[in-house]
Every structure is written in C-alpha cells, then in structure tokens.
C-alpha cells in the first residue's frame, strides 16, 4: 500500500484526489480492536485554501471482519463515512483537536494522514457489535462453549456462599409449612 503521507508543496487551489486500499495489516495496530480481515477503500480530496491551509475530506467505504461481542466470531461490519477536515500550517507542533482541525508545525514539510484514516473508519464500529443483534446469527457451537464456561464456575460460588448462609434457609422454612 502506498505511504498515506502526502507532501504538503503537493496541494493546490486546483481539487486532487487520492486513492487507497486498505487491507487488514492497516488496522493491526488498532488495539483493543481486533481486526481480522478488511477491504476499505479510501478517496483523500484535497484543496489549497491559502498558503498555509489545506481542506481535506477522507471517504472511506468497504468492510471489516471484527469478533462478535457475544460468540466472538467473524462478524462483517460495513464501513461507509466521511470525515472533514481543515489542516492548519501555522502551529508549532502537531496537534488534532478531533472536530475536524488538524494543526501541524509551519516547518513541516508532510502531512500524514494515516492515523486519521484508521480512526475515521474504526469509529463506525459501534461500542457493542454482535451478529445483526440477532443471536441466531451468533456461532452456535461456541455459545455452548462459553456458556458450558460459565456454568462450570458456579458450584465454586454456590459453595462458596453456602458457608456464609445460615443453617436454614427462610424460604426452604415457608415451603416446609406449606407441605405441612
Ligand atoms: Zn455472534
């Protein structure tokens, strides 16, 4: 893939655009989320405003292959956004303020918008991602799995809690009279 820095002497008055595809190796520094597979297709349009203000705008549409919140399986997610920013030659170091300015350096020479792009695209992913919302969609042999997980710690705690309960149970006592 080609390096998404771009020399800043690059843009002119005249529109340009740039395109990029991304594959899964773009994301692999993304923690905490894991992306496992992705085609994103991405058009960078840029325009020189002044001498030292560049209006950028990323388009990016394609999709990733992220794990499931509930089975931890592939789940596609679909990626279609546009982000709009202002890159501002003036400051003296470099500074995103995430509402679209981006400052950088007056020295500087390039801009790299590659963590731009990964943050534009991984913030479509919505907190939490399951198949479709739908459980039928999920992976049903590893529910059982992680279901079997979970109910293999439950004698620990019933144990556990049984000590600290008194000898009778109130509730076992109330259906005790009712048998009476
Ligand atoms: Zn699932």
């Known amino acids: 893939m080609d390096s998404l820095k771009l020399k800043l002497r690059l843009f002119s008055s005249e529109p340009q655009e740039f395109t990029y ?7 692999s520094v993304a ?6 597979r992705a085609v994103v297709e991405v058009i960078l349009r840029a325009r020189r405003r ?39 030659q003036r400051g003296d170091r470099y500074d995103d303020n995430g509402e679209g300015l981006v400052t950088i350096p ?11 792009v990964r943050d534009t695209v991984l913030l479509t992913i919505p907190l939490t991602h399951v198949h479709d919302g739908i459980r039928e969609h999920c ?6 799995v992680l279901e079997r997980h ?10 556990a809690s ?9 509730r076992w006592d109330a ?3 009712l048998k009476e």
């Open 139 to 144: 992976d049903e042999q590893m529910l059982r």
């Open 50 to 88: 002044d001498a030292d203000t560049v209006a950028m705008e990323v388009a990016c549409s394609g999709s990733l292959t992220i794990p499931c919140d509930r089975c931890m399986g592939d789940m596609v997610h679909q990626v279609d956004t546009t982000y709009a920013f202002t890159v501002s």
């Open 150 to 159: 979970l109910t293999d710690q439950e004698p620990l705690q019933a144990e």
């Open 31 to 36: 923690e905490p989320i894991e992306v496992r």
């Open 162 to 170: 049984a000590e600290q309960e008194p000898a009778t149970d109130p």
């Open 21 to 27: 595809r991304l594959d899964g190796s773009f994301f």
């Open 175 to 177: 259906l005790k009279k």
């Open 106 to 116: 007056a020295t500087a020479t390039e801009i790299d918008v590659e963590p731009i």
